[in-house]
């Protein structure tokens, strides 16, 4: 989104807002995920005034690495490259970096798949997996050399993996975190094969109740 601002409206100042979510430990040093906002406030000559909020996530390493989340998104699609993704306007919420085995994914969960890619994939319904309308949560992992999250998974049945694990007694965030080991690739086929991803998706959560049964 791209704000135009005439001469008609004057700045009146900007305040920064900054928020550290969390720290983890990956690739062998220190990592930082953090939100930096800046609110600019403008009065206009019809003695209005608002403000313009802008957002950005991104993640520092202890090194001095830092790449800025909104910049960095690259999503499958059929024909096997990764399209870069650029989020609207405040698109940053429903992103969230988090820690896996010593290594940093990306995941996306709010934004329709058709807006990232034309690849398939669903949350509880595969009945629905044929639309890409659907909101899918949607992953992928740091490529330190390019400094870029390449996304290719999603997690089917989602709610049903993460319900079980807690369930079973697991804490709410380890539940939610182990569930990303239950991942799935986004059904990318040409034609589009149905079979594959639905037989892919029920041994996934065949394989999560066995080994929920033996927690």
């Given at each position: 989104m791209?704000?135009?601002?005439?001469?008609?409206?004057?700045?009146?100042?900007?305040?920064?807002?900054?928020?550290?979510y969390k720290s983890f430990k990956a690739y062998g040093e220190l990592w930082t995920f953090s939100l930096n906002a800046v609110k600019r406030n403008y009065f206009t000559l019809d003695s209005d005034s608002f403000s313009y909020p802008v957002y950005e996530k991104f993640i520092k390493s202890e090194s001095g690495k830092k790449i800025n989340i909104a910049?960095?998104?690259?999503?499958?699609?059929?024909?096997?490259?990764?399209?870069?993704?650029s989020p609207e306007y405040n698109g940053v919420n429903g992103m969230n970096v988090w820690e896996l085995d010593g290594r940093i994914f990306l995941s996306i969960g709010r934004v329709p798949l058709i807006e990232m890619t034309d690849c398939y994939g669903f949350r509880e319904n595969n009945t629905g997996l044929?639309?890409?309308k659907s909101i899918v949560e949607v992953f992928g992992e740091l490529d330190l050399e390019t400094k870029s999250f390449y996304l290719s998974k999603f997690i089917p049945f989602s709610s049903s993996i993460y319900n079980?694990?807690?369930d079973a007694g697991l804490h709410p965030k380890v539940a939610r975190k182990k569930a990303y080991y239950y991942s799935a690739n986004l059904n990318c086929s040409e034609p589009f094969d149905l079979e594959i991803t639905q037989k892919e998706s029920e041994d996934i959560l065949v394989r999560v109740s066995e080994e929920v049964k033996n927690q």
């Open positions: 791209v704000l135009s601002l005439s001469g008609c409206v004057t700045p009146t100042g900007e305040q920064n807002i900054s928020r550290e910049n960095s998104i690259f999503v499958i699609q059929k024909d096997g490259t990764f399209a870069k993704y044929r639309s890409s079980k694990m807690r």
